[in-house]
């Protein structure tokens, strides 16, 4: 075991440089308040998403959050737990939770990177944009269920709605 961490440490950059890389060519503030976490923010259609990487070098993992601003009233988790429910059925990588302390629902996935030679631009972007297109079609199904009273059921339709066709 400590053979195969030490190979690993050798040859395995902090996939968070890169991420300060990518977010400086778009143009994204970020702030990187230690070497093992990075934080930056992203103006999407709806609202303003923070997101938030994780380094954790220890088990190779590469823990990303990309929180909506939009806070979850009390009265509401019950229905908003069960929108979610509906909507990481649907997901094929990351899955939508809240964070109970700040009532925000958040998009999260977690990289595992031991055994490979470390994070590519290809899988850090990759990661940036179904975050990001995930949390912008799922938006105003949670806006829905919080300010509409609209049922989940009823929210996640609305959000799944496709139209066929052009204009």
């Given at each position: 075991?400590?053979?195969?961490?030490?190979?690993?440490?050798?040859?395995?950059?902090?996939?968070?440089?890169?991420?300060?890389?990518?977010?400086?060519?778009?143009?994204?503030?970020?702030?990187?308040?230690?070497?093992?976490?990075?934080?930056?923010?992203?103006?999407?259609?709806?609202?303003?998403?923070?997101?938030?990487?994780?380094?954790?070098?220890?088990?190779?993992?590469?823990?990303?959050?990309?929180?909506?601003?939009?806070?979850?009233?009390?009265?509401?988790?019950?229905?908003?737990?069960?929108?979610?429910?509906?909507?990481?059925?649907?997901?094929?990588?990351?899955?939508?939770?809240?964070?109970?302390?700040?009532g925000?629902p958040?998009?999260?996935?977690?990289?595992?990177?031991?055994?490979s030679?470390?994070?590519?631009?290809?899988?850090?972007?990759?990661?940036?944009?179904?975050?990001?297109?995930?949390?912008?079609?799922?938006?105003?199904?949670?806006?829905?269920?919080?300010?509409?009273?609209?049922?989940?059921?009823?929210?996640?339709?609305?959000?799944?709605?496709?139209?066929?066709?052009?204009?």
């Open positions: 075991m400590t053979l195969a961490l030490d190979m690993f440490e050798e040859n395995f950059a902090n996939p968070l440089d890169l991420m300060e890389q990518i977010a400086g060519g778009h143009g994204w503030s970020f702030d990187r308040s230690t070497d093992d976490d990075l934080s930056l923010e992203v103006l999407g259609h709806w609202c303003d998403y923070r997101m938030y990487f994780s380094w954790h070098f220890d088990v190779g993992a590469l823990l990303f959050a990309c929180a909506f601003d939009l806070k979850v009233p009390e009265r509401k988790r019950t229905e908003v737990a069960m929108l979610q429910s509906l909507i990481n059925e649907k997901m094929l990588v990351g899955h939508f939770d809240l964070w109970s302390e700040e925000m958040v998009f999260r996935h977690a990289n595992l990177l031991r055994g030679q470390g994070a590519s631009v290809e899988q850090l972007e990759d990661l940036l944009d179904i975050a990001l297109t995930e949390c912008e079609r799922f938006y105003p199904a949670f806006q829905f269920v919080i300010w509409a009273g609209k049922t989940p059921e009823e929210a996640i339709q609305a959000a799944i709605l496709e139209t066929a066709g052009e204009a």
